[in-house]
């Protein structure tokens, strides 16, 4: 491992441990998988894999369907692999493609009515069973609130990082 004048690794890594921010990149990969975890036997309901459920997490029904160019920024991923998980949403009627409003061109990938009862199971599944439904409402709105500013970019105020909207039935929850 190399390390810096500092007594620091390449990796931020203090040579007597593990640094901070490790420590909570370890702790945010492990509730992924807890929460992966104890949604498990609904994605498997659902015929969904961790891939798909995301995809059918972002189309969010109080939203614009979004584009498929939109879809693949939102998953991080190239168009192509869109347009596979497009395609199984199709399969699974969850979700089909239309025009967009205004540009016959684009497609758009829009909830249909059993897509969203599909993606109500799968958030309320989530947000009641991850590690972070056992916080206090209090506590939510803290880490919210930090990892809203860790998200920022440089330049860019919090709220234009990602937009939430909690609903009645999940205030309180992650």
């Given at each position: 491992?190399?390390?810096s004048s500092f007594g620091v690794s390449k990796y ?114 989530a947000t009641t069973r991850t590690p972070l439904a ?41």
């Amino acid at each position: 491992m190399e390390s810096s004048s500092f007594g620091v690794s390449k990796y931020g890594e203090r040579m007597d441990g593990e640094s901070l921010t490790y420590q909570l990149l370890r702790l945010v990969h492990a509730m992924d998988g807890a929460t992966n975890a104890a949604i498990a036997d609904v994605l498997t309901e659902l015929k969904l894999t961790h891939a798909l459920a995301d995809a059918l997490w972002q189309l969010d029904p109080a939203a614009p369907a979004p584009s498929m160019r939109q879809m693949a920024v939102r998953l991080r991923c190239d168009p192509s692999t869109v347009t596979f998980l497009a395609d199984r949403l199709q399969q699974l009627s969850y979700a089909k493609r239309t025009a967009a409003p205004g540009d016959r061109r684009t497609k758009v990938l829009e909830l249909t009515d059993q897509g969203r009862e599909a993606r109500d199971r799968l958030v309320d599944a989530a947000t009641t069973r991850t590690p972070l439904a056992g916080l206090t409402p209090a506590e939510q709105r803290r880490l919210h609130t930090l990892l809203t500013r860790a998200m920022a970019p440089s330049g860019t105020t919090p709220s234009t990082v990602i937009q939430t909207r909690p609903t009645a039935s999940h205030q309180g929850t992650a």
